[in-house]
């Protein structure tokens, strides 16, 4: 894979091949200019939420700007927009931008799974987001049974989750076994460090800290209180308690997101 540097320094060059200042894209975007200089210095990854705003503000579809930043070839890009596709199989020429692209097919897998769960439960997005709900709207019936580990994956059908487990842990879990559904990756086994269980874990992330709502809700939050470093950690724990997910899930999705950066931004 490229590295990050070489990738995000085409954001720069986009930036300034169209006259824009740093302020201006970052205004136009919605995003603190320092984390826009980061990420523009290949300081810090570039998240799909941040490109779309970028390709945004600077007047370019956001496959133009993967490619200029060397994320993906055209046949890639392609590939990226279908969100059934499957990317452990491709061919060798996309091999190096498969992790950036693997991120971006679960997060659009994960607003696709949110996306019919909340039409056919007939309501708005719920936070703190319930993964049982989803689950049973897609099939799956969940059970309350003592066992180890404390969710368990049955069958392609039947979850079984011991109620002694903590609620922020077993919603993680109940995210992670989702995860391994919709992207058919068989049994789930949390003590393999595979490809499989680090896609799982990384849908159950996007599924239950949606970018739009992390951040409205973060802002929220922080309002009217000094933080005492970018990354507080009282109000990361408020955050990770107001979605009901562990703190590590919330102060992962939030530092993806820049959101601290733009925090302490502003407060500066």
Known sequence: MQDRGSQ?????????????????????????IGHLSRVERGEREATRSVL???????????????????????????????????????????????DALRRIHLGALAEDCRR???????????IPVDPSAMLRVMGISVFVAPGRPPVRLVNARRVEVDPAVEPAEGRYLLGHVAGHLVLDTGSCNRDLLDESEADASAFA??????????????KSMAAGRTLRKPS?????????????????????????????????EAGD
């Open 52 to 98: 779309d705003a970028v390709a945004g503000a600077l007047g370019m579809p956001v496959g133009e700007l993967l490619h200029a930043a060397g994320l993906a070839s055209p046949e890639a890009i392609a590939l990226a927009a279908d969100p059934a596709c499957n990317l452990a199989f491709q061919p060798e020429e996309i091999s190096r931008t498969r």
């Open 205 to 218: 992330a996007y599924l239950l800290l949606p970018a739009v709502e992390l951040r409205r809700l973060t």
């Open 116 to 126: 019919r769960a909340t039409v056919a439960l007939g309501g708005e997005v719920r």
């Open 232 to 264: 507080d950690f009282t109000l990361i724990a408020e955050v990770a308690e107001r979605f009901g997910v562990p703190f590590w899930m919330a102060a992962r999705r939030a530092a993806d997101e820049g959101i601290f950066d733009e925090l302490a």
């Open 8 to 32: 995000n320094g085409a954001l720069l060059d986009a930036r300034l091949a169209r006259g824009l200042t740093i302020s201006e894209v970052a205004r136009r975007a919605g995003i603190s």
